[in-house]
């Protein structure tokens, strides 16, 4: 299956994980982006809607899978994002990197997700309790690696 | 000529389409394409700051000359994970 | 359902995910720690044998994650380790971590994986398709938190 | 006095036990509980240091008396993980 991927069905955490277990490795890490319940700024949320350039953002977690590679040595990465509409509680994404070690496995997973978040075309509308919706744009600066 | 131009997000609300055919002169460029578009949609004009541009899936300056059958991106600040 | 435990049934990842998901929360953060079918010096491996002191683990699970939250913020922490036999492929450890923001579920994640290791009373047989086996022990300086 | 001694990984397959009952005289501290546990094992000499000691799940130093009950666990070099 491919390790790179954009669907409206939800996403399962176990699968993605699943495609970077190797023998070789020691070590899988995982992270899940989930809709939470309030926005930023403590305004109640009802769900998030997702659109995506499905080919570009695809090829763009392919690139920042081989940067990581690039940067913290061999690993196996598999990306998954959702789109459509989702509601709280719902996993929006899925970063899983498989590794000999962990250092490496959670390197490699932090590098993926703080990249993802600030090139892959994907956009977010964010629907809250009062019936209004907005874009919501990650800041550049937004929780960016240490 | 004849390009595909695709939008998304605020973008793609104020064009209302997320994808159609735009016919332009021979050897435009990105900016062009542009600015016809902000003539039917003037709503996106301010947004021209923020908006990055793909040719056929890969990010280009707004210089980038289209070809006929072009895919053209027009690509707001993002927003995943 | 207890976040910290010791058990000899195999371990589900998306089970300990689930014990730290909440509404509140976008992000958890999970590490696998996996018996992989080479010894550190490249030796083959057919398995291990973790064995523990459950009740001095599953405290010292629950004083890592307390330091975690102290250090890294508010955060919900669930830590599960095998003990028994176990074969190449399945997983010995499970950290899961949720939070607000990514940032501090992964940073948090990594402290309680690296703290385990260094601390949790656990132990390893580590045996080697030439039949014999060793126990190993986890160096002090082994891929600690840069 | 009857402590419990439970033992670990090395520790456990060179005493030949994963617990067990010791008699020591009252006032006995874990330093005389590892000196009785290595007449019977000399073996586990040369671990004395790298195995650290817990007196009902607590880690303590060596000096730490021992009292009726008690459960004395010995702990070698971890590799949990």
Known sequence: MNRFYVDSAPIDPASVEALVRASAYGAVATFSGIVRERADDGRPVTGLSYEAHADMATAEFERIATEAIERFGDCEIAIAHRIGELRVGETAVVVAVGAVHRSRALDACRYAIDQLKARAPIWKREAYADGTSEWRENCAHDEAAP | ?81
Chains 1, 3 share one sequence.
């Open chain 2, 1 to 81: 000529m004849i390009v595909r131009v695709v939008a998304f997000a605020r973008l793609r609300e104020l064009l209302g389409f997320d994808r159609r055919e735009l016919t332009l002169g021979d050897g435009a460029d990105l900016e062009q394409a542009w600015t016809a578009l902000a003539q039917a949609a003037p709503a996106i004009e301010p947004l021209r700051g923020s908006t990055r541009f793909a040719r056929n899936g890969r990010l280009v300056d707004a210089g980038e000359r289209l070809q006929d059958g072009d895919e053209l991106a027009l690509l707001p600040p993002v927003g995943g994970g």
